[in-house]
């Protein structure tokens, strides 16, 4: 007989606005506990320095996960320049030093170099794994990390404000795996300044935007003042809502039955969605399955269950 699962069966994804000087594991961790959780997730990490949008998905959920550590990510930091650290942000030690500090004609200037398809040597203290180590356990020991180049996307990338002469902001829209303390740096370089990440701020991953985030102050006030993790689980989204790149199809009781099972279903009318694209399939108001159409019929590839 299968282990009952302590805690509650909550599905759905959370916006969480992740205050500064907690991992995302412990952030995790926290509001896991808060709802009372069986299960939660969460999609693509922020280093401990930064806030902003942490993703977090419940139960079934989970499922989900990729499509959101997938999606474009949209980021505000501050460079400090004339110094480069070994963790490229303000929690490393000085590494290199330059009197020389940049004009906004020079920064804007380089930019371009730094967006499109380019490429990006990660961090040394970053969770890469090397030989089944994580890069920043090793940079810890003392140990010598040398990642290679890989391939990243930037979409936008600008300068909002030059705060002094010592300190600039930008915010830039992103794919997945940029790191945006490697970003700092190799623009600090270019501009023969040096610099390194002082406030990181995401705003956005995907489909969930810093305006539907909430705080841990929010999500404890909410459970204190309305005595219970229920009180939390009325502000979820939609397992849906990390979907916004896939196809939604609606289908009825007997259709969902069947996909639930993992049998595939036909799919008829104009309203077939293009057999190119993966599909969701939702009845009433709940997410049934993922799949892809071939040959007329949706195939499941992944089937939701909500049972306790």
């Excluded at 806030?51 to 550590?69: D, M």
């Excluded at 030989?131 to 930037?154: F, K, M, N, P």
Aim: aromatic share 6%; with cysteine; proline share 5%.
């Amino acid at each position: 007989m299968a282990r009952r699962r302590k805690g509650n069966p909550v599905h759905g994804w959370l916006v969480l606005d992740k205050p500064t000087g907690v991992t995302s594991t412990r952030a995790l961790a926290i509001v896991k506990r808060l709802f009372n959780a069986q299960k939660a997730g969460h999609a693509g990490t922020l280093d401990p320095l930064a806030t902003g949008v942490l993703p977090i998905a419940f139960g079934e959920a989970t499922k989900t996960t990729s499509y959101a550590v997938d999606g474009t990510k949209t980021y505000r930091f501050t460079v400090a320049w004339g110094v480069e650290t070994d963790t490229d942000d303000s929690e490393g030690d000085e590494v290199s030093r330059s009197a020389k500090r940049p004009s906004q004609a020079e920064v804007e200037a380089v930019l371009p170099a730094f967006t499109g398809v380019i490429e990006q040597v990660p961090p040394a203290f970053s969770a890469i794994k090397i030989d089944g180590q994580r890069a920043y356990d090793l940079a810890r020991e003392g140990e010598t990390v040398a990642l290679g180049a890989r391939e990243i996307r930037v979409d936008a990338l600008q300068l909002i404000q030059m705060e002094s002469p010592d300190s600039s902001v930008f915010e830039a829209t992103c794919g997945k795996g940029t790191y945006v303390r490697a970003l700092a740096r190799d623009i600090g370089r270019k501009l023969g300044c040096l610099g390194h990440v002082t406030q990181l701020r995401r705003t956005r991953v995907g489909n969930f935007l810093e305006q539907d985030a909430l705080t841990m102050d929010d999500l404890t006030a909410a459970v204190e003042r309305d005595a219970g993790p229920d009180a939390v689980v009325a502000k979820l989204l939609p397992i849906e809502a990390a979907l916004d790149t896939l196809v939604g199809l609606r289908v009825e009781p007997s259709d969902a039955a069947q996909l639930a099972r993992g049998q595939p279903v036909l799919i008829r009318g104009r309203d077939a969605p293009d057999a190119s694209r993966p599909v969701y399939a939702i009845s009433k108001g709940r997410v049934i399955a993922l799949g892809e159409i071939d040959k007329g019929a949706l195939k499941p590839t992944r089937v939701f269950n909500f049972g306790k």
